[in-house]
C-alpha cells in the first residue's frame, strides 16, 4: 500500500518545521516524544490543505492511521486524530478497535483525552449498544489509559450522560493514587456539575475523594 496520504503529510510538516520550536515542545511533554515544531494553529492548515490537495483518505485510512502513530514527530499522532474526527471515523461500526488502539500506544493525555471524547465519545452514541460489553472491560483493565477512558468518554454528553455508569466507573478509582485517574474523576463530575450539580454534590458529600478530584469536582459548584 502506497500510503500517499501519509507521505504528502509528512512532507508538509517538514517543509513548516522548527527546530527551536520543536525543543520547547519536547520539553512540554517531558522529553517523552519528538517534535517538528508546528504549532496547532499551522498544523490545521496543513489538515486543510491535504484534504483539499487530496481529498479524504478513506479507503486507506486504517493503514495511513497506524504508519502516522508510529512515527516518531507527535504532531502526526495528533493530526491524525484530528481527521479521524473529520473523516467522522467513528460512525464505523468497527471504528472502535482502532480508536482503542489509538489510545494504547504513545498514550499520553494529549491524545487520550481527545480520543476519548471526541472520537470514543461519538461512537458511543451512534453504537450505544456496545458501550456495557467495551468500557466495563475498560474500566476493570491494568491500563491506565483504558480506565481514563471509560471514565472520560462521555465528557461532551451533557444531559445525555449517564449518571449510573459514572457512578459504577468512578467509585472502584476513588482511591487511585494514579494522577491521571484521580484527574478523570475529577474531570467528569465537573463537566456533569454544569448540567447535574446536586448531583454531583451529594456525590461529593458521600464519598472520599482524592485532592486532585475534590478540586476539579467542586470548581463550578455553588459556594
Given at each position: ?9 509528512i ?12 525543543v520547547?515542545m ?6 517523552q ?10 498544523r ?10 487530496l ?16 512515527q516518531?514527530q ?20 468497527d ?6 488502539w ?20 461519538p ?27 471509560s471514565?472520560?468518554?462521555q465528557?461532551k454528553?451533557k444531559e ?15 482511591a487511585?493514587n ?5 484527574k ?8 456533569i ?10 456525590f ?9 478530584s475534590n478540586r ?8
Amino acid at each position: 500500500m502506497a500510503l500517499e496520504f501519509s507521505h504528502y503529510l509528512i512532507e508538509l510538516f517538514q517543509q513548516k518545521a522548527n527546530p527551536k520550536r520543536a525543543v520547547s515542545m519536547k520539553a512540554y511533554m517531558r522529553d517523552q516524544f519528538e517534535f517538528f515544531g508546528v504549532d496547532a494553529t499551522t498544523r490545521k492548515e496543513i489538515e486543510r490543505k491535504i484534504i483539499t490537495d487530496l481529498g479524504k483518505p478513506v479507503d486507506t485510512w486504517p493503514a495511513e492511521v497506524k504508519f502516522l502513530w508510529d512515527q516518531p514527530q507527535r504532531e502526526l499522532q495528533q493530526v491524525t486524530q484530528d481527521i479521524s474526527k473529520r473523516l467522522k471515523w467513528y460512525r464505523k461500526p468497527d471504528s472502535i478497535e482502532l480508536f482503542e488502539w489509538m489510545a494504547t500506544h504513545k498514550s499520553w493525555w494529549d491524545t487520550v483525552d481527545f480520543i476519548a471524547a471526541n472520537l470514543m465519545g461519538p461512537y458511543f452514541l451512534e453504537f450505544p449498544e456496545k458501550i456495557d460489553s467495551i468500557t466495563s472491560r475498560w474500566n476493570q483493565s491494568d491500563d491506565m489509559w483504558l480506565i481514563r477512558c471509560s471514565i472520560i468518554f462521555q465528557l461532551k454528553y451533557k444531559e445525555k450522560v449517564d449518571l449510573d455508569l459514572v457512578y459504577n466507573y468512578i467509585t472502584p478509582h476513588l482511591a487511585s493514587n494514579e494522577f491521571f485517574i484521580q484527574k478523570a474523576i475529577g474531570w467528569i463530575l465537573r463537566e456533569i456539575s454544569k448540567t447535574n450539580p446536586d448531583w454531583v454534590a451529594d456525590f461529593v458529600d458521600q464519598h472520599e475523594l482524592k485532592t486532585v478530584s475534590n478540586r476539579e469536582a467542586i470548581k463550578y459548584l455553588p459556594k
